[in-house]
C-alpha cells in the first residue's frame, strides 16, 4: 500500500502542466535522436546537461527519461525504413523489419514495434515500481565494504563486457579513473593530478567529460566516417494498423520479450543489446512458422522491440537503488544527479521521494505519450533522416559548445572538453569503449570513500572484504566476471585441440 500511495503522489507530481510538457519534449526529441543513425539517447542527454541547470531537478529528469525512452522507441522507424538502426538495441529489428518493408508491410513492422514497445514498457516499469522498495530494503542492510565490492562489480562487468577487448576497457576504465580524482583530495587536502594548474583544483566536472566523450568525440567520429551518397528510405505502403494474425502472432512475443528484457536491463552491463538478440532466438524456436524468419516474420519485430524498451526501464532499477549505472545512458543520467547535489542509492526513495516517484510515474504516462506520437507521426521522422549530415554535425558541436561555457562562464572547461572529445575520437577510431571512463569517473571516487570508510570501521584490515560474506560474495561474482571468459575460451581451444 505503501507502494501504491507514494506512486500516487507521483502521478500528482509527474501530471502537472508543467511536468506534463518537459515529458512531451522528451519523447518527441528522444524518438527524433532515436531516428537518426548514431545520434542516441547517451549523446543527447549529455547535450542537455548543461542547459537544464536552472530547471527544477524533477522536470530534468522526466525531460531526460523522455530522451531514453524515446530512444527506444524511435531506432525502431530507421531501422524497418532505413535498414540503418538508430540505436545498437534495434539492430536486430532491422533483420525482419526491413524485410517486412521490402515486402510491402511496413506499416503493421511499425505498429507491432510501438505497440509492443510500450506493452513491455508498461510491464517494465511496473516491475521497477515494485521491485526498486525491496531492492532499496536490502541495499540499507549493505555496509561500506560491501558497497566497494558491489562497485568493483560494475567496474569488471562494463570493462569487460563493453567493448570487443577486456585490456581496451580496462584502460578506458582506468582513465575514467584518473579523471574522477583530479582535485584536491578532501580527506588530506593535497591536490592530485593538477600539475600546478589552479583550475583543475576544485577537479573535473563530468558533465564536461561526458559531453566531450559523447557529443564532441562522437559528431567528430561521426563526421571522418561519413558515406558519400544517400540510403534508400522505403516508402510507406498499405495500412498502419495491425491485422487480426498479426496481433494473434505479436502478443505472446511481447509478453516474452518484456520478462526477457528487464532483467537483463537490471544487471551490471546487461544492456539492452543482448535481450534483443535472446528474444530474437526464442520467437525464432517458438514460431508456428519459422520458415518466415530471414524473410520478414513480424514475431522477428515484436519480441525484440519488446525486450528493448523493457530493458530501458530495466536499467533505471540499479542506478535509483543502488547509484549503479549498467549502461552509458544511466552513466550519464548518474552525473546528472551529482550535478543536482543528489547522490542516487537507496538513500534517494527518503531524501527525495517526490523526484523519485514523480519519474517513476513519468514513464508511464511517457510510454503514452510514445504510442500516441509513433505511429501518426511516422512521416515526420521520416523527414528528419533527409537533414544533411553536416548540418546536424555542425549544429551538435555549437550546441555543445555553448551549453558547456554556459555552466561555469569557464574557458578552461571549453579546452577539456575539446581535449576529452579529441581523445575520445582516437578511442573511437582505435576501438576502445568509452562508457567505462565514464563510469570510472562517477563511481571512482564513490569507491574510493567507501573503501577509506571500510578500513576506518576495521582498524585498517583489508581482509574485511573478504571476511564479510556478503562482500566476499560480491567480489567473488567479480572476479568470476573478469577471468570467466578466458577461462571459457581456453576451454573451448583446448577441446578443439583434443578434436
Not at 125 to 140: D, G, H, K, N, S
Not at 436 to 447: E, K, R, S
Request: aromatic residues 10%.
Amino acid at each position: 500500500m505503501d507502494t501504491l500511495a507514494a506512486l500516487a503522489g507521483g502521478f500528482a507530481t509527474a501530471l502537472t502542466p508543467t511536468n506534463l510538457l518537459f515529458a512531451f519534449a522528451g519523447c518527441f526529441h528522444g524518438t527524433a535522436v532515436g531516428v537518426l543513425p548514431g545520434i542516441g539517447p547517451a549523446l543527447t542527454v549529455a547535450l542537455l546537461l548543461p542547459i537544464t541547470f536552472q530547471v527544477p531537478a524533477t522536470s530534468a529528469f522526466i525531460l531526460f527519461a523522455g530522451v531514453y525512452y524515446g530512444a527506444m522507441y524511435g531506432g525502431s522507424t530507421t531501422s524497418i525504413l532505413l535498414n540503418t538502426p538508430g540505436e545498437s538495441a534495434t539492430i536486430i529489428t532491422a533483420l525482419e523489419g526491413h524485410r517486412m518493408a521490402r515486402a510491402g508491410r511496413a506499416g503493421p513492422a511499425l505498429a507491432t514495434a510501438a505497440i509492443g514497445s510500450f506493452v513491455a514498457g508498461t510491464i517494465a516499469t511496473a516491475a521497477l515500481t515494485f521491485f526498486a522498495p525491496v531492492v532499496v530494503e536490502l541495499a540499507l542492510k549493505l555496509g561500506p565494504a560491501e558497497y566497494f565490492s558491489l562497485m568493483v562489480i560494475a567496474f569488471v562487468a562494463v570493462s569487460s563486457v563493453l567493448g570487443r577487448s577486456v585490456l581496451r576497457g580496462l584502460a578506458s576504465l582506468f582513465l575514467g579513473l584518473i579523471l574522477g580524482v583530479v582535485g584536491v583530495d578532501l580527506q588530506t587536502g593535497q591536490p592530485r593530478f593538477t600539475f600546478g594548474m589552479l583550475e583543475l583544483l576544485d577537479g573535473i566536472e563530468v558533465t564536461i567529460v561526458a559531453v566531450g566523450l559523447f557529443a564532441v568525440a562522437e559528431t567528430l567520429h561521426l563526421a571522418t566516417r561519413r558515406r558519400h551518397g544517400e540510403d534508400e528510405i522505403l516508402p510507406l505502403q498499405g495500412s498502419l494498423w495491425l491485422s487480426r494474425e498479426d496481433w494473434a502472432r505479436s502478443w505472446k512475443p511481447w509478453l516474452r520479450g518484456a520478462l526477457i528484457g528487464f532483467p537483463f536491463g537490471a544487471i551490471p552491463a546487461g544492456g539492452s543489446e543482448l535481450p534483443t538478440f535472446l528474444s530474437y532466438y526464442m520467437e525464432r524456436k517458438l514460431a508456428r512458422k519459422p520458415e518466415e524468419f530471414g524473410r520478414g516474420a513480424i514475431e522477428g519485430v515484436a519480441g525484440p522491440e519488446a525486450a528493448n524498451n523493457a530493458a530501458a526501464a530495466g536499467v533505471l532499477m540499479p542506478m535509483l537503488t543502488l547509484g549503479l549505472p549498467t549502461s552509458v545512458t544511466a552513466a550519464i543520467m548518474l552525473s546528472a544527479f551529482q550535478s543536482y547535489g543528489i547522490q542516487p542509492g537507496p538513500m534517494l526513495f527518503q531524501t527525495q521521494g517526490e523526484l523519485v516517484w514523480g519519474l517513476i510515474a513519468s514513464l508511464y504516462v511517457g510510454n503514452a505519450i510514445l504510442l500516441v506520437l509513433n505511429l501518426p507521426l511516422v512521416g515526420l521522422w521520416v523527414r528528419i533522416l533527409k537533414i544533411p549530415a553536416p548540418h546536424l554535425y555542425a549544429g551538435i558541436l555549437v550546441f555543445a559548445t555553448i551549453g558547456a561555457y554556459g555552466v561555469s562562464n569557464s574557458v578552461a572547461d571549453l579546452l577539456v572538453m575539446y581535449a576529452v572529445g579529441i581523445v575520445g575520437l582516437f578511442m573511437k577510431r582505435y576501438d576502445f569503449p568509452v562508457a567505462p571512463t565514464v563510469i570510472g569517473m562517477i563511481l571512482g571516487p564513490l569507491a574510493e570513500q567507501a573503501f577509506r570508510q571500510a578500513l576506518t570501521i576495521s582498524q585498517g584490515d583489508v581482509t574485511t572484504f573478504v571476511t564479510r560474506p556478503i562482500s566476499a560474495t560480491f567480489l567473488a561474482i567479480a572476479l568470476l566476471l573478469g577471468v570467466g571468459p578466458w577461462l571459457w575460451r581456453a576451454l573451448k581451444a583446448s577441446r578443439a585441440a583434443r578434436a
